[in-house]
């Protein structure tokens, strides 16, 4: 019986630890951008990098990478450069070079459909209105890929979407940063660690992992 254990097949989130994953941050590159709405993906990996003391040393397919490990997974943490609307070209080549399977491959971005400072893991779904994963998802073939959307809420008034996640946070968005920076983190932490259902588990509401 023990060695008919060792020897049944896996599930992906039990192969997920000592395997290469790869963590995206989704942004505009440019000084300009850096402190937008749109930016909170790249943001979220520059705290990731930082926890973990991983530095963005590298260029590769237009992106900037930081790789090492953590615990016993090899990361490759990416910031792609090819300007939001155009991720995918990054991202597909990544994962063509790492040969990363979708299910250890986790995108961080912005989502105007959640309210400010939440922190929400999906398994896979569509692109909803965002432009860098609808990106990823032509060049991928594929939406059945793990997502963090960071909740931004949405514009007020009558306010141009387009233009509200390309102003930056407001002062008090911006003191929370640091709270929604650590608890996304944490739940990057969690899809490392045990996959994307555990981490959904974790982290999201009841409910909230089924959202459209």
Not at 83 to 88: C, E, P
Not at 109 to 138: C, K, M, T, W
Request: glycine share 10%.
């Amino acid at each position: 019986m023990q060695i008919l254990n060792r020897l049944r097949r896996r599930t992906p989130e039990e192969t997920i630890s000592g395997e290469v994953t790869l963590i995206v941050g989704l942004g505009n590159p440019g000084r300009e951008y850096a402190s937008n709405r749109h930016n909170v993906g790249f943001q979220i990996a520059d705290r990731y990098a930082a926890a973990h003391r991983l530095t963005f040393s590298k260029i590769q397919s237009k992106a900037i990478i930081a790789s090492g490990r953590v615990d016993t997974v090899r990361v490759i943490l990416a910031k792609p450069q090819t300007f939001m609307n155009d991720s995918g070209r990054a991202v597909g080549a990544l994962v063509n070079f790492y040969k990363v399977p979708q299910h250890r491959m986790l995108v961080i971005f912005d989502d105007l459909d959640l309210p400010y400072g939440s922190v929400r893991l999906r398994s896979e779904g569509g692109a909803g209105g965002h432009n860098g994963l609808r990106s990823i998802i032509q060049h991928l073939g594929s939406n059945q890929f793990p997502r963090l959307r960071i909740g931004i809420g949405r514009p007020p008034g009558r306010m141009d979407p387009a233009a509200f996640v390309l102003q930056d946070f407001g002062r008090e968005e911006q003191a929370e940063l640091d709270r929604i920076s650590d608890r996304a983190v944490k739940a990057i932490d969690a899809f490392m660690s045990g996959g994307i259902t555990p981490a959904m588990n974790q982290f999201n509401s009841a409910g909230e992992k089924r959202e459209p």
